[in-house]
């Protein structure tokens, strides 16, 4: 069974660019989360997806956007990228069917994309 | 923001000993996880348990859950050089409103 496969998995870009990270869920995994991994800030919680859905959102400026498209797959997109926003983007999927239900699912992670903004 | 802080930062053991780390959380929880990050990598799952459950084991791995003092542990018992990692609690809170929320980790180094 294939993992959550991350690409790229590394990126250079310049500040004031804009980015767009991909992710592909384990098959039948219709949850989709995205986190990002800093040294300082440790990591955070960006979104999460369900059935094309956003469910969630953690607390990012508005210039970190995502969506899920019909087949699970998802992008996040950062726009006017900022040197801070260097960091691992993470994304995770899960079997777990909605909000309100038991938890019975961890999250599989991919290996994640590497930003660097310079 | 982060809700889990684990004890300790860092901690050093001889293989085959046994490694403890302790995760403390804020907010009332439906679930929380434990994670293991190798150099940067993605996280791999290691057990979940959730908020109606005291322990749980899973080969080497036993997690314990106090939700009255909101504290958890993870035991990892006769430590292998492979276990060096860092290792993070997570927790879903009630209502799941926010994904997982981390503690900042453990770095685990298990000497040969």
């Known amino acids: 069974k294939a993992g959550v496969t991350q690409t790229p998995r590394y990126l250079i870009k310049t500040r004031g660019q804009q980015v767009t990270l991909s992710c592909s869920p384990i098959s039948g995994h219709r949850s989709v989360s995205w986190y990002q991994q800093t040294p300082g800030q440790g990591l955070q919680f960006l979104f999460e997806?369900?059935?094309?859905?956003?469910?969630n959102k953690g607390n990012f400026p508005g210039r970190f956007s995502g969506r899920q498209f019909s087949n699970s797959r998802s992008e996040m997109n950062v726009s006017t990228l900022e040197l801070g926003d260097s960091a691992l983007y993470l994304c995770?999927?899960?079997?777990?069917?909605?909000?309100?239900?038991?938890?019975?699912?961890?999250?599989?992670f991919g290996s994640g994309t590497r930003l660097t903004v310079v | 923001s982060q809700q889990g802080e684990e004890d300790p930062q860092a901690l050093s053991i001889q293989e085959g000993e046994n490694a403890t780390m302790n995760c403390s959380y804020k907010t009332s929880i439906n679930n929380l996880q434990w994670y293991r990050q190798n150099s940067g990598r993605g996280l791999v799952h290691l057990i979940l348990?959730?908020?109606?459950?005291r322990e749980k084991h899973s080969g080497r791995l036993r997690v314990t859950l106090d939700t009255s003092k909101k504290s958890s542990s993870l035991l990892i018992t006769a430590s292998r050089a492979a276990d060096t990692a860092s290792y993070f609690c997570?927790?879903?809170?009630?209502?799941?409103?926010?994904?997982?929320?981390f503690g900042k980790g453990t770095h685990l180094i298990i000497q040969p």
């Open positions: 995770a999927s899960s079997l777990e069917v909605g909000v309100g239900t038991l938890f019975n699912y961890g999250y599989t």
């Open positions: 997570a927790t879903v809170e009630r209502g799941g409103a926010d994904g997982l929320t």
């Open positions: 997806y369900f059935s094309e859905t956003q469910r």
């Open positions: 348990i959730r908020s109606n459950e």
